[in-house]
């Protein structure tokens, strides 16, 4: 089966369990539309990075994907969205779902990375490659805006304040971004940038319906500072592109969801001086991190490569096996017995004595 086939068959996949919820939940079709597109979404950035490894990791990373839609996305979607879920009962809000999209899928890149890397060291993206980043997170901040909209199911006068909430946020979550990775690794790059933009609208999802433009601002700065601080320590354990989507989901999208308990209208902190809405946000973010966070290690515990013994040939499917240099003088040494001595040269065996007879005697 060809790649993008592949893929197209397990967003359909996706999206179609997302829906299925929804329509059994009888929840608003847009809402429903949305959690579809969601799943579907989850399921390509989880399953899209095996593409080119062996038929067996891809297989293992496609068994992956879905199971963190179908056991950690879909019933956060239920914990969320529906009236009778648990973060509805804690009394906390997640506008167009940081706790359902960003923060499961985050951590299940990070989870799987994490466990790869146990066995092999994390490969850097190369550099012909990174030009795609520029149009991968284009499209994730059209596709994140777009989310934030949705959430709406109508349009109506709230709109234009959740675009310019989201907008807000993307602007300066990238300044957090930058700025934090300037001082941290003490050079940027141009796809920091991206990074943090996609930071911002990643808290947005939470955040852009509950809070006005000035919160908005201090939000996003949240959200791609910490983000940042957290792709810096995962840069190296787990490689630039699992190590980019946790940071930018995992964490854009529970710093967002938390600080609503600060900056929400009405009943956030800064507003009533009550800690009402702060204890519930923080509650609902810590069970869908942790909940995320141990299901996505296990899952990915469970389908990971068996590791082949010490002096064994070959490698994990999907794993370049590893190639060294020799010194110059051990390839002399491993061909020594092989070659004769010149002294040797000038004597001739006798087979019946197991003696040298010098024939020049």
Known sequence: ????????????????????????????????????????????????????????????????????????????????????????????????????????????????????????????????????????????ALGLLAACIAAETMIDEVTPRIILSATLSAATGCAGWVVTRL???????????????????????????????????????????????????????VGERPAAVAAVLLVGGATGTVMLGLFTDGTGLVHTGGVTQLVAQLGATVLAVAWSIGVCFALAGLLKARQPPSGARGGAPGVAPVVTEQAPNQQHELHDDRNQRPADGDREHDPQHQRPVDRRA
């Open 1 to 140: 089966m060809s790649l993008p086939r592949r893929l197209l068959m397990l967003g359909a996949l996706g999206g179609g369990s997302g829906v299925t919820l929804g329509l059994v939940r009888d929840w608003p079709p847009p809402l429903t539309v949305l959690l579809g597109a969601m799943a579907a979404a989850s399921v390509l950035l989880l399953a899209r990075p095996a593409g080119s490894a062996g038929s067996a990791a891809s297989w293992r990373a496609t068994a992956y994907a879905l199971l963190v839609v179908a056991v950690v996305q879909l019933p956060l979607a239920f914990a969320t969205f529906d009236p009778d879920g648990l973060v509805t009962t804690l009394g906390a809000l997640d506008f167009a779902g940081a706790l359902v999209f960003a923060v499961p899928v985050g951590a299940g890149a990070y989870a799987w990375s994490r466990v790869r890397a146990a066995r092999t060291p994390a490969v850097p993206v190369p550099t012909a490659e990174r030009g795609r980043l520029a149009k991968g997170s284009a499209l994730a």
């Open 183 to 237: 001082i941290g690794a003490g050079k940027t790059m141009r796809r920091d940038a991206a990074y943090g933009i996609l930071a911002g609208l990643s808290s947005a999802l939470a955040s852009s319906a509950w809070v006005t433009a000035q919160w908005s601002l201090l939000i996003g700065v949240a959200a791609g500072a910490l983000s940042a601080v957290f792709y810096g320590s995962a840069l190296k354990k």
